[in-house]
């Protein structure tokens, strides 16, 4: 089995930073795409931001500036540093990877159970 595990979320004020951490592990044999997803009540989960193994970074616009994504391949883990927080930025905030299961020999999509980032104004 896989699994991705967030860790990192809470309760900050406007203008405040949070860094969140997603760690993969389990059946792991070869991890791709990694990246960040939210979604706030009522509405539709959006990209955050994605970091490819290979080839160019990608943050939604409401974000570029003051998020940052960064992994460390030795651990399987990526990470989102978060500044200069809005309260718009509420929301729950799921990893995601593209990973080759060792179990399975295949390649597939996995997601974290999500953490709660609230920034109040």
């Known amino acids: 089995q896989v699994q991705l595990v967030e860790s990192g979320g809470g309760l900050v004020q406007a203008g405040g930073s949070l860094r969140l951490s997603c760690a993969a592990s389990g059946s792991i044999l070869r991890i791709n795409r990694m990246g960040w997803y939210r979604q706030a009540p009522g509405q539709q989960r959006e990209l955050v931001a994605n970091n490819p193994s290979t080839g160019t970074t990608n943050y939604a616009d409401s974000v570029k500036g003051r998020f940052t994504i960064s992994r460390d391949n030795a651990k399987n883990i990526v990470y989102l540093q978060m500044n200069s927080l809005k309260p718009e930025d509420t929301a729950v905030y799921y990893c995601?990877?593209?990973?080759?299961?060792?179990?399975?020999?295949?390649?597939?999509?996995?997601w974290g159970q999500g953490t709660q980032v609230t920034v109040s104004s």
């Open positions: 995601n990877a593209g990973i080759l299961s060792s179990a399975t020999i295949l390649w597939d999509d996995y």
